[in-house]
């Protein structure tokens, strides 16, 4: 099964007069005309999907998003407004269409695919309360036996020097992780809000960081030539249940 995964596209409004505002919206379109053409059998779309949580970000993504010929599940970040992206995407059926977390279970694949809500109102780190635990682990216990791809915006684990303890909220990592740890039909963890690329293990299990889409706030690649190239992530998942990831760079 190939999926292909987005992630902080950070898109302005079409009037905004934000310098990237027009960048930002180039580098999705060039992301989704190449994911079409090597036709994934689902997007994950890892948060910070607008900048700032306005309607009219979320119709010129809706727009830009318009293309994609796989079906999107997207999760949100901490730039993203629960609300109003509800709002935008509810004639897509996949968000819940109330409650106050934004997660859920996609069940139509041979890899089952959880979006975990981390976010929360005003806080920019991530956030994984008693009530998103026990979901979780409802959820998890569920399909136990189900290779299962979980997605999330914000790292549950620290990446270098610049994010540390970016969900430090009593014991909410440790807890996690145990839960994680105990769930062995998870293949991945795929995250973004960091902007850069990070593969690493993390609770048994193989967790991923794709770099932003959006190139003017990407960091970790250095390279001139590819400075304006938009990146996202393919990543395939064997027989075995084996998660194998690959950044696919749009071509020039
Ligand atoms: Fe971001």
Redesign the pocket.
């Known amino acids: 099964m190939l999926i292909a995964q987005i ?2 596209t ?1 898109i302005l409004a079409a009037a905004d007069d934000h310098p990237s505002a027009d960048l930002r919206a180039d580098c999705l379109a060039r992301v989704v005309a190449d994911i079409n053409e090597q036709r994934p059998d689902a997007v994950l779309f890892t ?2 999907t607008v900048q700032h949580g306005r309607a009219d970000e979320y119709a010129r993504l809706r727009t830009l998003l318009r293309p994609l010929t796989a079906p999107l599940y997207l999760v949100p ?3 993203d407004d629960n609300e109003t992206l509800r709002d935008a995407f509810r004639s897509e059926g996949f968000l819940p269409s109330s409650g106050e977390f934004l997660h859920y279970t996609v069940d139509a694949f041979p890899v089952r695919f959880i979006a975990l809500d981390s976010t929360a109102p005003e806080e920019r780190k991530g956030r994984y309360c008693d009530e998103r635990q026990q979901w979780l682990a409802a959820t998890l216990a569920d399909e136990p036996e189900r290779p299962t791809l979980l997605f999330i915006h914000h790292p549950p684990f620290d990446v270098d020097d610049h994010y540390i303890g970016g969900y430090r909220h009593g014991d909410e990592a440790a807890i996690l992780t145990d839960i994680v740890t105990r769930n062995r039909q998870i293949v991945g963890v795929l995250c ?2 960091v ?1 850069w690329p990070v593969e690493r293990e993390w609770a048994g299990t193989q967790a991923r960081i794709m770099p ?1 889409v959006a190139v003017d ?1 990407r960091k970790g690649i250095d390279e001139t030539e590819a400075q304006q190239r938009p990146i996202y992530w393919l990543h395939t998942v064997d027989a075995d249940a084996c998660l194998v990831s690959h950044a696919r760079m749009t071509p020039a």
């Open positions: 992630s902080d950070h948060g910070d970040g901490n730039r973004g809000h902007h932003s706030v």
